[in-house]
């Protein structure tokens, strides 16, 4: 496939984590869940989640105190859609203890080996979610390898620090092209593409990489 202007910027995945989206199975299910935290760093993450969960079908939301750890090991295994707005924490010196923020606590990439959450697609609209670091033997630990090892098929995450406003925009344009049936990599590019018409700088409209399957 060929696009003509900006294309969602995936890295190559080490044989691994490439072997982990392989593996994943197809979810047949319907429901989606979004999940939002905000603070007063970002305020339109609540704007945010309700124009998200408006646009998904058979959306659970959840926002604040009630985005739970609980909610998500409830809600997510049989969800076809996961969205989760927060801040996400990249530990270089221990990739391991790389997190996002829930409700009332941090959810890690160590806890994410011990989730089942096998999602058609899972976005972390958030704060560098998709950075990794490389270790030797060539094995990439972040949140993108936990995602995927707990049954992930594709991610949508973060390579930095997000504009808040124009990323409640951003994810608007992507469902938007989603729910028209665009796939991801064209609706990824159509909602860069749209960002970019209102925000020049790649800060804006090119945070996002998507990861996994087309």
Aim: aromatic content about 10%; some cysteine; proline content about 7%.
């Amino acid at each position: 496939m060929h696009f003509k202007g900006p294309t969602p910027m995936t890295p190559a995945p080490s044989a691994s984590i490439y072997a982990l989206c392989q593996t994943s199975k197809e979810n047949t299910f319907s429901d989606s869940l979004v999940m939002g935290i905000a603070d007063a760093q970002a305020p339109s993450i609540l704007d945010e989640v309700h124009a998200v969960s408006d646009l998904l079908p058979n959306a659970r939301l959840f926002v604040g105190a009630d985005a739970t750890e609980d909610a998500l090991r409830t809600y997510g295994p049989s969800s076809r859609i996961v969205h989760i707005a927060t801040h996400g924490y990249f530990r270089q010196d221990n990739p391991m203890f790389s997190s996002i923020r829930l409700g009332s606590s941090y959810l890690s990439l160590y806890d994410l080996y011990h989730f089942k959450l096998p999602a058609e697609l899972v976005i972390l609209s958030g704060c560098a979610t998709g950075l990794n670091v490389v270790q030797p033997g060539d094995e990439q630990i972040g949140l993108v390898r936990g995602l995927l090892q707990a049954g992930a098929q594709s991610l949508v995450l973060s390579l930095w620090d997000v504009h808040d406003h124009s990323t409640k925009e951003f994810m608007i344009a992507f469902y938007t092209r989603l729910q028209q049936g665009d796939s991801k990599p064209v609706a990824l590019q159509g909602a860069m593409l749209e960002l970019r018409r209102r925000y020049p700088h790649p800060y804006y409209w090119a945070p996002f990489t998507l990861i996994g399957k087309a």
